[in-house]
């Protein structure tokens, strides 16, 4: 129970390591919240409105456990996350809903592996590819998603992905997150403001172009040519940080989540098949 569900040299340890990845945690966060069953039980349960930096430490906190914990550490606190959101429903939504762990656990591969190819300059071949996308099934299974429910292979993932952004209808409840995720209320204030704009630039240019025209999202020429010159830029300066530096958020959000699961005392309900 000591080790981990992967390895330090597995693809899904390698790539989510890095930081910098949490930038683009608005892409993610909004193609979830397309989906009008996860954005109307965001919309009536969440709290990322009222306090943005708890919700990411707790998002954070559980995809760097069950990527990079113990096992015992990953199983504990995804039994938690399951048990939480067990309260999450509505009339037509279930939080638990294998459809729904799906798409979210989707949404998390495709957007680490498109801002991590841009970000260092890479193509991923088919077999990494496949990789990556079967050890990232874990982010629905550790929930109690059926491995079944899961697009099989990296090509089935690629269909079933297509066809979910091609149909998507996003609703009035998603735009209403979207407004939370990309003008959030943090200390601060007008301190935020540069950055908060580079987010916004980086969560429309990473976004599916049928999603973003749903939000209303502007997008031409000009905003296309300032995207490529940020992603540009933070691909000449951040792979060239010490490794320490660009996995800080790592040790700090796998410290915050050690140290709230020190406190809890009962065992794992979920384990994951060896």
């Not at 993610?28 to 306090?51: E, I």
């Not at 990556?132 to 429910?149: D, H, M, N, S, W």
């Amino acid at each position: 129970m000591t080790e981990g569900l992967f390895q330090d040299e597995d693809l899904i340890r390698v790539i989510t390591r890095e930081g910098a990845l949490i930038a683009a945690g608005g892409a993610a966060s909004l193609l979830q919240t397309a989906h009008p069953k996860v954005a109307q039980g965001v919309y009536d349960h969440s709290y990322t409105a009222d306090d943005p930096l708890r919700r990411l430490r707790n998002t954070m906190g559980w995809l760097y456990t069950v990527q990079f914990g113990t096992r015992e550490e990953a199983e504990t606190l995804s039994a938690l996350v399951t048990k939480g959101h067990e309260s999450v429903t509505g009339p037509d939504y279930e939080a638990n809903d294998p459809e729904l762990q799906v798409w979210v656990a989707s949404t998390l591969f495709a957007v680490a592996v498109q801002f991590y190819q841009l970000l260092f300059r890479r193509t991923f071949d088919d077999g990494e590819l496949e990789e990556f996308y079967r050890q990232t099934k874990v982010y629905a299974t550790i929930l109690g998603c059926p491995e079944e429910r899961m697009p099989g292979t990296y090509e089935e993932f690629r269909e079933y992905y297509a066809g979910m952004v091609r149909t998507l209808e996003i609703t009035e409840a998603s735009r209403a997150i979207a407004e939370q995720v990309l003008h959030p209320r943090l200390p601060g204030g007008p301190l935020n403001a540069p950055g908060l704009m580079a987010i916004r630039l980086l969560t429309a240019g990473l976004m599916p172009a049928p999603i973003r025209e749903q939000y209303g999202w502007k997008w031409d020429a000009a905003r296309e040519r300032r995207f490529r010159l940020l992603v540009g830029t933070l691909a000449r300066v951040y792979p060239r940080l010490p490794l320490r530096i660009r996995t800080l958020p790592r040790a700090y959000y796998l410290f915050t989540t050690r140290r709230m699961l020190a406190k809890v005392k009962r065992r794992p309900a979920i384990r994951v098949q060896s």
